[in-house]
Every structure is written in structure tokens, then in C-alpha cells.
């Protein structure tokens, strides 16, 4: 009997509601996503993240960050979360912690995150409000390998929408959510499959070194 490919295991850390946790729960679930995902770690109580992770039969797990005097002392409670589940990859959806670059060198090439922007601009909080402010004609989400830098790291796909005349934060944030949905699981498929890869502190797509980050429904496929 020929021996069973190993599926990779998926560690997401959240601190919220965790609608991009969700959108990837559906999606492993479909088998769009090859992998399996073995915990959820949240650094708050009481979010709505470990609820649908639980409904997903999922493990959930809290390391509060808040009771940690340190951020290395934070850290450490995390690794040791981690090491016991053994992730091949980890997705942040919603944590609303920067790790360290000591953190981030234990999973090199192996931590992707997500931004409500297009990355570089607008990091940090507040993305929709402050797009509108600056009168930007369009606004989006960036997906890149995580560092130890505030919404840093080489990006990987950016997912554009137009600001409307009309719109508000919320209308904003909404559409902009939409594409998060739909861009986030596509990457994290990739990443299991190899078809990208952080080299030295490059992206490579199908092995051709990204020049620019790729655009949602632009991608060029490869087998």
C-alpha cells in the first residue's frame, strides 16, 4: 500500500470575531485547502473566534497576553502552546500582537498574515477611516509572510476595490472583507502546496521570484 501524503497542520492565532478564521475553517473543510487545522490560539478570553472554533471541533486555546509583565515572557507561553500542537504553518487572522524576531525566526517562511490596506501604506489600525481621509480612489487587503515588523514582511497578494463616492468605513471595511475571504485561503493553499516560498527574505511564486505582489484573479497558475 503506497504510504498517505502528510497534510499539513495549521496553527491560527486570532484576538477577535475571526470572520477570516472562518472563511478558512469553510475552506479546509471543502478541500480547497489541504491541510488541517490543528488549533486555534487567541491572546484574549471571551472572543467569538474560539467560539467558532469550537464549533468546528477544533481545539481552542487562550494565552492571555495581558498577564504576561513581558512580551517574551508572552512569547514563551506561546511557543510552548505551539510546540505541543506541532503546526507546519501559521496563520494570523486578527492577532493584534507584533511578534519578535526571535518568535518569527522559530516558523522562517512559514507565518503569513493579513492587512485590511494596500500594503505598505496604512499599516497599523484604523485603515478604512484613514483611506477615506486621504481620498484614496482605491483601498484593499495585502496577504504577506509575517516579521517582527508592524504589518512588515514581504508581501505576497494585494486584492484592490474602488472607493466610492458614497462609501463610509463601514461600507468600506465590508467589500474590502469580501476580498480578505477570498485571497487569504487561496495563499495558505499555496504555502501548503509550495507554491510560494520566503528565500532569503524574497517571495517566490512557482519558483519565479516575485517582482511585485501578485493581484487577486491576475495570478498566473502553475503546476
Wanted: charged residues 25%.
Amino acid at each position: 500500500m503506497a504510504e498517505q501524503a502528510s497534510v499539513n497542520r495549521i496553527a491560527v492565532l486570532v484576538s477577535g470575531g475571526g470572520s477570516n478564521l472562518q472563511s478558512i475553517i469553510d475552506k479546509v473543510h471543502e478541500s480547497d485547502i489541504a491541510a488541517e487545522i490543528c488549533c486555534v490560539i487567541s491572546n484574549r478570553k471571551e472572543v467569538y473566534a474560539l467560539e467558532r472554533a469550537r464549533k468546528a471541533n477544533i481545539s481552542a486555546v487562550v494565552v492571555e497576553s495581558r498577564i504576561y509583565a513581558e512580551r517574551s515572557l508572552f512569547e514563551q507561553a506561546l511557543l510552548g502552546e505551539l510546540k505541543k500542537q506541532q503546526p507546519d504553518i501559521i496563520v494570523m487572522a486578527g492577532f493584534m500582537r507584533v511578534l519578535s524576531a526571535e518568535f518569527i525566526a522559530h516558523y522562517s517562511g512559514r507565518i503569513l498574515n493579513i492587512h485590511p490596506s494596500l500594503l505598505p501604506d496604512f499599516t497599523g489600525l484604523h485603515t478604512h477611516q484613514r483611506a477615506l481621509a486621504a481620498g484614496r480612489k482605491r483601498h484593499g487587503c495585502s496577504v504577506h509572510f509575517a516579521s517582527a515588523e508592524l504589518d512588515g514582511g514581504p508581501l505576497i497578494m494585494r486584492a484592490e476595490v474602488a472607493v466610492l463616492d458614497t462609501d463610509n468605513e463601514e461600507t468600506l471595511a465590508l467589500r474590502v472583507l469580501q476580498q480578505e475571504h477570498e485571497i487569504y485561503p487561496l495563499c495558505i493553499q499555496w504555502l501548503c502546496e509550495g507554491k510560494i516560498k520566503l528565500r532569503n527574505n524574497e517571495v517566490f511564486y512557482c519558483n519565479e521570484k516575485l517582482l511585485e505582489p501578485l493581484t487577486w484573479q491576475n495570478e498566473i497558475d502553475c503546476k
